[in-house]
Nanobody, 120 residues
Framework: QVQLVESGGGLVQAGGSLRLSCAASGSIFSINSMGWYRQAPGKQREVVALIRSGGNTNYADSAKGRFTISRDAAKNTVYLQMNSLKPEDAAVYYC??????????????WGQGTQVTVSS
């Protein structure tokens, strides 16, 4: 089993910055990818940024140029640096991890989320 714990959320003024962290722990063999998703009230959960084991990244259009995802593989930790935050960025941000067991079986895991609030 893999556990994910997010941190770094909080209240920030529009234009400000936050850095989210997500640490994976447990019976980790290999992490194929990690990512950040967010869900605002009344909306579907959406992908914000992804990073794969090879370092390739993908961003939602809304995040490009403002957010940066990075990963410390040795620590099994993923970060999301969020700059120039907008009120529409407010949401609960969830960490996701795709873990590959020794058997080769892949399984996705979710963290409990961290709240990001952006005031105008």
């Amino acid at each position: 089993q893999v556990q994910l714990v997010e941190s770094g959320g909080g209240l920030v003024q529009a234009g400000g910055s936050l850095r989210l962290s997500c640490a994976a722990s447990g019976s980790i063999f290999s992490i194929n990818s990690m990512g950040w998703y967010r869900q605002a009230p009344g909306k579907q959960r959406e992908v914000v940024a992804l990073i794969r084991s090879g370092g390739n990244t993908n961003y939602a259009d809304s995040a490009k140029g403002r957010f940066t995802i990075s990963r410390d593989a040795a620590k099994n930790t993923v970060y999301l640096q969020m700059n120039s935050l907008k009120p529409e960025d407010a949401a609960v941000y969830y960490c996701n991890c795709v873990h590959v067991a020794y058997s080769g079986i892949s399984r996705g895991y979710w963290g409990q989320g961290t709240q990001v609030t952006v005031s105008s």
